[in-house]
């Protein structure tokens, strides 16, 4: 990453930030089963809010396909929708 | 006819024979209207994320079956009137596999065009490269 920062205009980020990738896309998860807690519960940070892609790094049809799959779990008690 | 996953949670206070009559009756519903059950799965007792009727835990039960919507809708209302029955969802899932093997289909195919001999699969035409 040398080179890469030799380069860059003044007045951006000096640091190296890691390229974020989508988790599903990595591991070829293609399906985003909603009985799947454990996996769905990856997204789910502290307040049980759906994380979003700019933290997780997910791409744009997974993270509708993980959005849906959530939501379902939700419903049947498998995920809050709260912290009590 | 179309795939749906009916997962209901049933409470945990009642006895085993109890949920095995639930099933029996929702698999009597789903086979006298034409339908099929592919799968009867009892997931048993886990912690549910919230309460629901005063209770934090449950029995989940799951039918994988291929039915009418006609039938669905019973079994949602059979489901409903139960009292046992504390929570229930259904799924619809043929389309989804439908695209699953769409994706599927397409990696083999180009798993097939990236091995030099088309009409072996990836594995074989490894161990031939290794020789």
Do not use: W
């Not at chain 2, 629901?52 to 009418?68: M, P, T």
Request: proline share 4%; hydrophobic share 35%.
């Amino acid at each position: 990453m040398k080179s890469a920062k030799e380069k860059r205009p003044a007045g951006q980020k000096q640091y190296y930030r890691r390229k974020k990738v989508c988790k599903f896309c990595v591991e070829r998860i293609d399906s985003i089963n909603y009985k799947d807690a454990k996996l769905l519960s990856q997204f789910i940070p502290e307040r049980a809010k759906v994380m979003p892609r700019r933290i997780s790094g997910v791409c744009s049809p997974h993270q509708r396909q993980l959005n849906d799959a959530i939501k379902k779990a939700r419903n049947i008690a498998l995920l809050p929708f709260t912290t009590e | 006819m179309r795939n749906y996953e009916i997962m209901f949670i049933v409470n945990p206070n009642v006895p085993e024979e109890e949920i095995d009559k639930i099933n029996g009756q929702i698999e009597n519903v789903i086979t006298s209207g034409g339908g099929k059950v592919d799968k009867i799965e009892k997931m048993g007792k886990r912690r549910l994320a919230y309460e629901v009727q005063k209770q934090r835990e449950g029995y989940y039960v799951l039918f994988v079956i291929s039915a009418n919507g006609d039938i669905v809708k019973e079994c949602e209302r059979r489901l409903r009137v139960m009292d046992a029955v504390i929570k229930y969802i259904t799924v619809r899932t043929d389309e989804e596999a439908r695209r699953l093997e769409k994706i599927h289909s397409y990696r083999q195919k180009r798993a097939a065009r990236r091995s030099s001999t088309p009409r072996t699969t990836a594995g074989q035409s490894v161990e031939e490269a290794m020789q």
